[in-house]
């Protein structure tokens, strides 16, 4: 029998890691934790840190190069095909490392229910019983770092990705639209009246970035604070909210 813990790690900061998260690591037989490139290099270097600073217990940690999603052809089939991969990788380690079975744990950014894969993956492993500790999410550093709350006062909250948002733009009936996996600064397509916007970068970390302004003023200014950043780091994660004036009508 093989416990797949599925471990939330918070945004980069060793101190986002919870008494339940560290007690899960050092219940692990196995920690995999994925390489994705030199690019983005300091993610890995980062969970090697928490590693580091968590650990106490005697736990094998096996690094492993993580499939590249072909950016080409349908995005969901795409998507599907990477996560068959990414399964694959995982059926390999466990068989290498884990043969009688045993405890594996996985260290996943932020909270593996919030926009990632994790889950779907894990699904692809057979006879695998799953468990999760959830972790500190993009979305709680993003308003705890600019002390605003999530929702205004009985007011609503969509949660959707860059991509979505530029196809549909704002999404009807919200007062409130946080946005994640956004490569492309979706934001500039929507009209920027009355609204407002809280953006961060490398959220927790040493190098946190944060913005904050009406929309008009602050779209150009984030397109390009992102760019540079990117540019120094070879890689970059943030988060935004936006939120819209109430109407006088």
Request: charged content about 20%; hydrophobic content about 45%; some cysteine.
């Amino acid at each position: 029998m093989i416990e797949l813990t599925l471990i939330g790690i918070g945004t980069g900061n060793p101190d986002h890691i919870t008494m339940q998260a560290a007690r899960a690591m050092n219940a692990a037989n196995l920690i995999l934790i994925p390489r994705k490139g030199e690019a983005k290099s300091d993610l890995v270097d980062l969970r090697r840190d928490i590693c580091a600073q968590v650990l106490a217990a005697t736990v094998r940690i096996v690094e492993f190069d993580m499939p590249v999603r072909d950016a080409g052809g349908d995005y969901a089939q795409g998507v599907q095909a990477w996560h068959d991969a990414i399964a694959a990788v995982w059926r390999e380690e466990i068989a290498r490392h884990l043969p009688a079975g045993g405890k594996l744990a996985l260290l996943v950014w932020g909270d593996p229910s919030l926009y990632d894969s994790t889950l779907r993956i894990a699904e692809r492993l057979p006879g695998v019983k799953v468990s999760v500790v959830a972790g500190i999410t993009s979305i709680q550093a993003l308003t705890a770092a600019h002390a605003i709350p999530l929702n205004p006062l009985a007011g609503s909250v969509v949660i959707t990705t860059g991509r979505r948002l530029r196809a549909h733009g704002w999404p009807p009936g919200a007062d409130t639209v946080v946005v994640m996996l956004d490569g492309g600064c979706a934001f500039e397509a929507l009209d920027p009246a009355g609204v407002s916007i809280w953006w961060g970068a490398y959220l927790g970390m040493e190098h946190q970035a944060l913005e904050s302004g009406p929309l008009a003023r602050m779209a150009p200014l984030i397109a390009g604070r992102r760019a540079r950043l990117r540019a120094r780091h070879g890689w970059i994660m943030d988060v935004y909210l936006m939120r819209k004036e109430p109407s006088n009508g």
